[in-house]
């Protein structure tokens, strides 16, 4: 049997704009470092 391994993300923020708000919500959140997951289709979409 193997061994259970478990994955929180404490936050989602999608949305508009949100590149601006993402240092703020990190340091509040106490974290070192982030990262930005984005592709042409997320993009286009809007």
Do not use: C, W
Not at 15 to 30: F, M, Q
Request: hydrophobic residues 50%; proline residues 2%.
């Amino acid at each position: 049997m193997q061994k259970l391994r478990k994955f929180v993300a404490p936050e989602f923020f999608f949305g508009e704009g949100v590149l601006d708000l993402v240092g703020h919500y990190a340091v509040n959140l106490g974290a070192e470092k982030v990262l930005v997951v984005t592709d042409s289709s997320v993009i286009s979409v809007g």
